[in-house]
């Protein structure tokens, strides 16, 4: 007897015949005593085919009319979940994100979540209702329809959740749950049954796509229990992703294994030791829109230092040219660049109470032979940056090093 | 310098050059001077595949989801011709009929608009955007979608334009006015300059589909000048359909001349002539959702009486074994029908004025020895009901007859 909203991406409602499958999972459920919200997704392709459509129109359409049009894939979809559970017995209604209300800033196209207003849902399910609702979209306080940018449909699930103080926020996705790392990478990748917000958020800002951060964040603050589950398989627990309570079993000291190769490195040599550098050189790679992620600073004997960052791979060329302006500014010696890295990072709660994570990490690597290029490490995080063509070996070795490996089944 | 209110259809907004085509043209009426605001339908054959969706998850879609669904399609259009303007200099912002908000009762699928709050319009209209409203929608005062029904579009053109006071409605169309007849019957019919919404009404009812009879009743009610436009020849007068004001020239007798083969006719013979008997016969026909349209009754000598009347065509058999037991009940003769007829109509406020229309079109009609079986008249129509393999040559001969025919150009 639980409230649960549950979430569909956009593959789970991709036809007819999947809008029907979802209608009778959720119907289920509902047959099992819980309350349910229901969020959806537009049916895969129909965001892109609407875009095209204002691509025709032109290359720079307007924020506020994009949202305006884009808004209607998810519309058709809870209207056609509705239909669905209405034929197989199940009362429901739907809502678009304005009727729920949910209100948020005027941030077309990325819109915040402002306040939801439960009414209408409270009412719908007391009546015996499942409530459908669009996601991804809202209205800002003057009823201009807003979406919430990519994997918007997450957070409006997570968002629902906190505002109804549901028990459970239950995402649906092509893939069954969490796993210790990429299974096509390691094959002995396990299933998570459990991992906490904070190595979620690691997880996935490291390439894990299977929630997008933002709702995992939302979850985290709001303290909304999340779980990942498969859309296609039926019965698997999925992953729960929820706060590190003390009273839950000892944690392993690694969770996960994610991995990265979109990065580029650049090092800027012979830097003056001055204050300040650290802005003269990274303020204009802002100021072009690049986001660095791992920056490494190491001082030499001789008063200059050498400075270290990895940059998304696409923007490589464009650091580059930056670099070689700021290093005559600044007289530093000379500009390098690597793009064909890899980074790898352990991702643990467990850490923080375990020394010899990162020693075990790196003889582990170097019994393969394998250099490391760069260390960055937060509490439940060590990273490091290796020549791109180790990668699989590196996490391969890695996942076996700290017992992530499924145990071999018998038959 | 006037407030325009503008209405485009399905097939006018049907790719992406179409609707840029739209917007060139609402931006030549804009550098005139003029405010507009601009309804428009969903982009031809979108309606249809909304519905496919709902038919491929149920026979019997909720109403209300249905709403919710098809809504979207309108929706998709003002987002787009709002960004076709954008993109060639015009401002101009997209409502849907939430938005601005048309208001209605609750009939989902057949709503009736109950008001409209013009202030969102006045305030984009004062800082000189153009309105764009999504036609066929509006919402009931709990915030639920509602559609107006078929031709819903071309209503909320009226409407708009009628809480605004606007100085003209244009309704664009895949043909240039409204004709004397259908030129397909009739090639030398001509456009009308000019009709009275009476006269179109009754053109309207007889078949002549260039607007639907909903929007030029509220036109009338309202007093909203409408026009006829053709959206792919430009430049065009249009007709101009509006009150039959003191002040406009003579009235030519006759304006135009309908015709319909959709109608059936049914007769009961030989009925007891007393009083009751016109329900007896036709309560039944209405109880099983008929619509009757033409009723004509005869007292004979022997004080009995014979019945005749029309319903559409694909009600014929129905109706039939409905009358064979209604008469026996009552004690009548016979039943018999025909379903090979046709009605022609002459249409023109003119009539009300001059004798003798009448007598002139059956006169005609023996001339070309054409058989008249049932006659109705109102105030401005005289319709009859002939045999239908003479209809063409009924309509050709009253065309030239009543003065319709166009002047033949000299080259």
Same mark, same amino acid.
């Given at each position: ?90 009362? *429901? ?11 948020? =800033? ?5 819109? @915040? ?20 609702? *669009? ?13 919430? #940018? @990519?994997?918007?449909? =997450?957070?409006? #699930?997570? &968002? ?21 790392? =990429?299974?096509? $990478?390691?094959?002995?990748? %396990? ?32 303290? $909304?229990?999340? %779980? ?39 090092? $800027? ?10 802005? @003269? ?8 829109? +690049? ?10 004997? =001789? ?29 530093? %010696?000379?500009?390098? #660049? ?18 010899? +994570? ?8 170097? %019994? ?15 990273? +490091? ?11 391969? &070795? ?7 490996? &499924? ?5």
């Amino acid at each position: 007897m639980a409230l649960i909203v549950q979430k569909y991406g956009g593959t789970s409602v991709g036809t007819p015949e999947r809008i029907l499958a979802v209608a009778e999972r959720v119907k289920r459920w509902r047959e099992q005593g819980h309350d349910l919200v229901v969020v959806v997704s537009a049916m895969s392709g129909e965001t892109n085919r609407l875009i095209a459509l204002a691509q025709a129109i032109t290359s720079d359409p307007d924020p506020r009319e994009l949202d305006q049009m884009v808004c209607t894939g998810e519309q058709v979809t809870i209207a056609l979940l509705a239909m669905a559970l209405q034929s197989i017995g199940v009362p *429901a209604r739907s809502y678009t994100g304005g009727q729920v209300a949910i209100t948020t =800033d005027h941030s077309y196209t990325k819109a @915040r979540i402002e306040q939801i207003d439960d009414a209408r849902m409270r009412a719908d399910l007391a009546a015996g209702r499942v409530v459908v609702v *669009a996601g991804f979209q809202g209205v800002d306080v003057e009823g201009n329809v807003t979406t919430l #940018g @990519r994997g918007g449909s =997450d957070t409006t #699930g997570v &968002a629902l959740a906190a505002a109804l103080k549901a028990d459970e926020c239950q995402i649906y996705t092509d893939v069954d749950g969490v796993y210790t790392t =990429d299974p096509r $990478v390691v094959p002995e990748a %396990r299933r998570l049954d459990r991992i906490t917000f904070e190595e979620m958020l690691e997880m996935a800002s490291l390439g894990s796509k299977v929630l997008q951060i933002r709702s995992v964040e939302f979850a985290g603050k709001y303290n $909304v229990p999340l %779980r990942v589950l498969s859309s296609f398989k039926e019965g698997g627990e999925g992953t729960l992703i929820t706060v590190d309570a003390e009273d839950t079993m000892e944690q392993p000291v690694i969770s996960g294994i994610a991995f990265n190769r979109d990065e580029a490195k650049l090092t $800027v040599r012979g830097v003056p030791d001055i204050p300040g550098i650290a802005y @003269r050189i990274l303020g204009p790679v802002g100021e072009a829109n +690049v986001e660095i992620d791992m920056i490494v600073q190491n001082v030499a004997a =001789d008063n200059t230092t050498d400075f270290t960052f990895t940059v998304h791979r696409n923007d490589y060329r464009k650091v580059m040219s930056i670099l070689e302006s700021v290093a005559k500014e600044i007289g530093a %010696r000379e500009v390098s #660049g690597d793009d064909r890295i890899a980074k790898v990072s352990l991702v643990g709660v467990g850490m923080r109470s375990h020394a010899g +994570v990162a020693s075990q990490m790196f003889a582990t690597l170097a %019994r393969e032979n394998i250099n490391i290029q760069m260390i960055s490490t937060s509490e439940i995080k060590i990273s +490091v940056v290796l020549q791109e063509k180790y990668m699989e070996l590196a996490v391969r &070795a890695l996942h076996t090093e700290f017992n992530l490996d &499924a145990p071999a089944t018998v038959e």
